[in-house]
């Protein structure tokens, strides 16, 4: 080979070498050094943080804007499914037979849940003895003695008061009032009552004043039967109803009789058998339902995303998930989407220095001759 031909590979072969390892060392300093070393730390560890906070900007502020999310939920086909789930949904809510809340509910919720309803009766009692005071009440009272008189007045109370529920009553007077002649004869500061029925209790014993009390009243009971409401009434005095009324409502019995009323109510209500739901509505109800809320709730979505967004700090989020990549990741991502371009930039490197030695030899050739 003659030495003009040598010197014509020497220079394309040092002209390849030179443009292909340069562009190589470019990409490989891209990325390389991951911590500064000799003065020298590669371009996208060195930029992580300001990269990680242009990654973030864009994100948020131009590719996950609300416009965005909702067109991409109707091109998903979003609203159809949450249509047919959200119809499903109220289906199964209206149409399945179902038990009890005891039968539903976990055993750790049903302990809590009973907890609290334990606690309940007191509160509602407290609350109703203390409304009973108040002077709303009593206007509730007069108006429902007024209501009574207008609507029952001309009645005999003979049609509320049959002999079963004369002797019911009567039973439940004796009972009441041998209590409190109790209670009254074990009070501390026993009073001129207290007295009176602790030597009725002693000359008659329990029973026979329970008995006599309950014949008392039955009798009393049967005489008004015979009457109208509005002759039983005029005949005690509506402002004498009233005061036993008040009385009544505000004793610690009838407090005590609601406490455990709101109980019995609570826990009742806790073993009642749901059943299935849809048996108080319309035939079509579920069906109407589920087409007038599935378009309801996404109006709703459309309404509250802007907002939801708005309060989400997407730039920030990426910015931070960004961050807590480490360098290799970062550079897994970049070259999994980038490879085949930087293996042509090094290639291209080596295109180009190949060229560059073919001119530098035709510039030496026109040079030297």
């Keep these: 080979m003659s030495p003009l031909w040598q010197y014509f590979l020497l220079n394309v072969a040092i002209g390849t070498i030179a443009g292909g390892v340069t562009n190589a060392i470019a990409v490989w300093m891209l990325f390389h050094p991951y911590e500064k070393r000799f003065g020298f730390h590669g371009a996208i560890p060195k930029n992580k943080a300001r990269l990680a906070k242009s990654i973030g900007k864009t994100v948020g502020e131009r590719l996950l804007t609300p416009k965005d999310l909702l067109d991409e939920l109707h091109r998903a086909g979003f609203r159809e499914t949450l249509?047919?789930?959200?119809?499903?949904?109220?289906?199964?809510?209206?149409?399945?037979?179902?038990?009890?809340?005891?039968?539903?509910?976990?055993?750790?919720?049903?302990?809590?849940?009973?907890?609290?309803?334990?606690?309940?009766?007191?509160?509602?009692?407290?609350?109703?003895?203390?409304?009973?005071?108040t002077p709303a009440y009593e206007l509730r009272v007069r108006e429902a003695l007024a209501k009574l008189r207008s609507e029952l007045g001309a009645r005999p109370v003979s049609d509320v008061l049959t002999e079963a529920r004369r002797r019911d009553l009567a039973a439940q007077a004796a009972t009441l009032a041998t209590q409190v002649l109790e209670e009254a004869r074990q009070a501390e500061q026993r009073s001129m009552g207290a007295r009176l029925g602790d030597a009725v209790l002693r000359l008659a014993g329990e029973e026979r004043t329970k008995a006599f009390i309950e014949r008392t009243v039955a009798d009393a009971l049967g005489r008004a039967g015979t009457r109208t409401w509005g002759e039983l009434i005029d005949t005690i005095g509506e402002g004498v109803v009233m005061q036993w009324v008040l009385e009544a409502s505000r004793s610690?019995?009838?407090?005590?009789?609601?406490?455990?009323?709101?109980?019995?109510?609570?826990?009742?209500?806790?073993?009642?058998?749901?059943?299935?739901?849809?048996?108080?509505?319309?035939?079509?109800?579920?069906?109407?339902?589920?087409?007038?809320?599935?378009?309801?709730?996404?109006?709703?979505?459309?309404?509250?995303?802007?907002?939801?967004?708005?309060?989400?700090?997407?730039?920030?989020?990426?910015?931070?998930?960004?961050?807590?990549?480490?360098?290799?990741?970062?550079?897994?991502?970049?070259?999994?989407?980038?490879?085949?371009?930087?293996?042509?930039?090094?290639?291209l490197g080596y295109v180009l220095g190949a060229v560059i030695g073919v001119l530098s030899f035709v510039g030496t050739q026109l040079l030297n001759n």
Aim: proline share 5%; glycine share 8%; hydrophobic share 45%.
């Design 83 to 133: 249509d047919r789930k959200l119809g499903e949904f109220i289906q199964h809510a209206l149409e399945v037979e179902r038990g009890s809340l005891r039968d539903l509910l976990p055993a750790s919720v049903i302990g809590e849940v009973e907890t609290a309803l334990a606690g309940l009766g007191p509160v509602v009692g407290e609350r109703v003895s203390v409304y009973a005071t």
């Design 252 to 347: 610690p019995k009838v407090q005590q009789l609601v406490a455990d009323g709101t109980a019995t109510a609570a826990t009742a209500l806790l073993d009642r058998p749901i059943g299935r739901p849809a048996r108080f509505l319309a035939d079509d109800a579920a069906a109407r339902l589920g087409a007038t809320a599935g378009p309801a709730l996404w109006e709703w979505l459309e309404r509250q995303l802007p907002q939801i967004v708005e309060q989400l700090d997407i730039p920030g989020m990426v910015e931070r998930k960004v961050l807590g990549f480490s360098t290799a990741r970062i550079e897994e991502i970049i070259r999994a989407v980038t490879q085949k371009e930087l293996t042509m930039i090094v290639n």
